[in-house]
Every structure is written in C-alpha cells, then in structure tokens.
C-alpha cells in the first residue's frame, strides 16, 4: 500500500491548480518560483490523504471480503468431505453387520 500512495503523492506534486502533468507551471516574474501558496500545497495534501485513506480502505473490505469467501468455501467442502466419509463408514459397518446377521450358525 505504500507503493500506491508514493505513487498517487508524485501525480499530486506534479499537478497544481489544475495543470496537467507536462504543463508548463506558472511562474512569478523574475523570481522563477511556482505561484502556489502553503494553503493550496497544504489542501492537495489533504485531498490526497483522503483518497489513499479511502483506497486503503476499499482495499481492505475487499480482501476481508476475499478472505471471508474462502474460509466458507473451505469449511463447506470439510463438511461435505467429513459427511461424505460418515457416510461410507456407515454403509461399510451396516453391510459387515448384515454379513455377519446371515452367515451366523443360528439361523
């Protein structure tokens, strides 16, 4: 997640006040600085603290989300293996108990 924030900061830094990346940026005459302020700097910044925190947090229902949906998968398939074994083990000794029930000396 760090890399997706380095990344979105580099694009905020390189855009102010509406200027497309590869603009050339205003200038103020003769001091060649850029003419943005510490209030503008500072609302960008905010801005982009909000989108990496709602990123983030997008990423993280997602991968809840992901997670959650494996664990049911996984649980449901050990039921139907479990039940499924249950199943041959009840088959096996009810077929040993009539094998024994027909082969006995009594009848």
């Known amino acids: 997640m760090s890399a ?3 990344s979105s900061r580099v694009c905020v830094c390189m855009s102010f006040r509406g200027q497309s990346i590869g603009e050339t940026p205003n200038v ?14 500072s609302a960008e910044i905010d801005r982009l603290g909000v ?22 998968v996984v649980v449901v398939v050990l039921v139907v293996v ?3 074994v249950l199943r041959v ?10 094998r ?8």
């Open 51 to 72: 989108v990496v925190l709602v990123v983030d947090i997008v990423v993280l229902v997602v991968v809840v989300v992901i997670v959650v949906v494996v664990v049911l």
């Open 100 to 107: 024994l029930y027909n082969n006995s000396p009594e009848k």
């Open 82 to 84: 479990v039940v499924l």
């Open 28 to 41: 103020v005459s003769g001091n060649n600085l850029l003419k943005i302020s510490i209030e503008d700097f």
């Open 89 to 98: 083990v009840v088959l096996f000794c009810n077929t040993a108990k009539y």
């Open 4 to 6: 997706l924030s380095s």
